[in-house]
């Protein structure tokens, strides 16, 4: 998987009046890049072509389903291979919920709970190889 920096097929000029300030700015922004590619995922030999407008879409859309579930100012853990569902649930954390605790895959059992109870998260997003 990659994430593409430049969304268009020409370099967009950038000023000081149009300098990003946060995260959540980034990914209001991503809604004009519309319908061109933000993130390549692969799978086995299968490549998903994620736009731009679907991702920023998918922000907007979990944060304020977390919100709802009392996560807001909290810390939440990510732990999982790099993917398209973890961006959005980085982006969406990062974004003004509260705070990404990013966990090492490497990690044994041990050393995971370890950090999690040292991170004080109130939630852990995990993928299914994590999940037990």
């Not at 149009?18 to 993130?39: F, K, M, N, P, T």
């Not at 979990?62 to 398209?84: K, V």
């Not at 569902?85 to 982006?91: A, D, P, Q, S, T």
């Amino acid at each position: 998987m990659r994430v593409r920096a430049d969304f268009s097929s020409q370099r967009r000029k950038t000023t000081s009046d149009s300098a990003l300030h946060d995260l959540h700015e980034l990914v209001l922004r991503l809604q004009s890049y519309g319908s061109d590619i933000a993130v390549i995922e692969k799978t086995g030999e299968q490549k998903i072509f994620h736009t731009a407008e679907k991702l920023s879409c998918d922000v907007e859309a979990l944060a304020p389903h977390l919100h709802s579930r009392g996560l807001c100012n909290c810390n939440i853990a990510l732990l999982g291979e790099n993917s398209y569902r973890w961006i959005v649930c980085f982006l969406a954390i990062a974004c003004g919920v509260g705070t990404a605790v990013l966990l090492d895959k490497e990690l044994t059992d041990a050393e995971l709970d370890a950090q999690l109870l040292k991170s004080d998260s109130a939630a852990l997003f995990c993928t299914s190889t994590f999940y037990e």
